[in-house]
């Protein structure tokens, strides 16, 4: 089931390349993709968003919330 969520802090390619790293190596959680113009993140899996913003903890992004 592929889930998508609003990332802020995200300034630049690199930070977009971080985001999708991180969500990559959560448990449960695969094909992220990271659009920094639309400030968003999809994904297949299952996760919360304390366990996303948990996989951030020492950048400067959060997830703010679930997009419907």
């Known amino acids: 089931m592929s889930k998508e969520v609003l ?3 995200m300034k630049c390619s690199g930070c977009a390349d971080k985001v999708e790293k991180a969500f990559t190596g959560l448990d449960g959680v695969d094909q992220v993709k990271v659009s920094l113009a639309a400030g968003k993140a999809s994904f297949n899996g299952q996760a919360t968003l304390e ?8 950048t ?9």
């Open 7 to 9: 990332v802020s802090g």
């Open 51 to 58: 366990e996303l913003n948990n996989a951030l903890v020492g």
């Open 60 to 68: 400067h992004y959060h997830v703010d919330k679930f997009v419907d």
